[in-house]
């Protein structure tokens, strides 16, 4: 399964490849990338996640805004609450998925409620799964500041589909 070399490539790279993460149920396999036995996203370098954890259904993920985050007005960009969000309710979807199964977000929605800046500390982004069919999966996440106040949320739909084994090209 790993034992190729463009999967062990891949792998360095941060990006765990499909069929791994294939063999793996849902829970397990968020489970094993918070515990650091399967690398973290990319993406994920960019908002430092930490003391992540991950239930059938739910997702928290800790992180601190910083300066790197701020946008041209002196700010914390959206886009950082946004991959926050979009991961948290992915996550939580993808916990519920039995093996063989993944799921790609067909929409999301994002409400910003309070700004973010570089003294905002540690803020929780929580992802919670409202619905998982066989299809489609909607979810919802907060991002609450150290004093629980709320400071944007979101929902999704996701697709739910079959992921492809043998040797699809792609």
Do not use: W
Not at 31 to 38: M, Q
Not at 61 to 67: R, T
Not at 141 to 156: E, F, S, V
């Amino acid at each position: 399964m790993m034992g190729d070399k463009s999967s062990k490539q891949t792998i360095e790279y941060g990006i765990v490849p499909v069929d791994v993460m294939a063999s793996m149920s849902g829970l397990d396999f968020v489970r094993a990338i918070f515990a650091g036995r399967l690398p973290e996203p990319p993406i994920m370098q960019t908002v430092e996640p930490f003391d992540c954890t991950a239930e059938p259904g739910a997702v928290v993920i800790h992180s601190v805004p910083g300066l790197r985050h701020y946008n041209p007005i002196g700010s914390v960009h959206g886009g950082y609450a946004a991959i926050l969000l979009d991961s948290a309710m992915g996550l939580a979807v993808q916990s519920t998925l039995p093996a063989g199964t993944g799921y790609t977000t067909l929409e999301f929605k994002i409400s910003f409620v309070r700004g973010m800046s570089e003294t905002s500390g540690v803020i929780r982004t929580e992802g919670r799964v409202l619905n998982a069919g066989r299809r489609v999966a909607t979810a919802e996440a907060r991002i609450t500041d150290a004093t629980d106040r709320l400071l944007a949320h979101a929902t999704t739909t996701c697709l739910v589909f079959e992921i492809p084994r043998g040797n699809a090209t792609g």
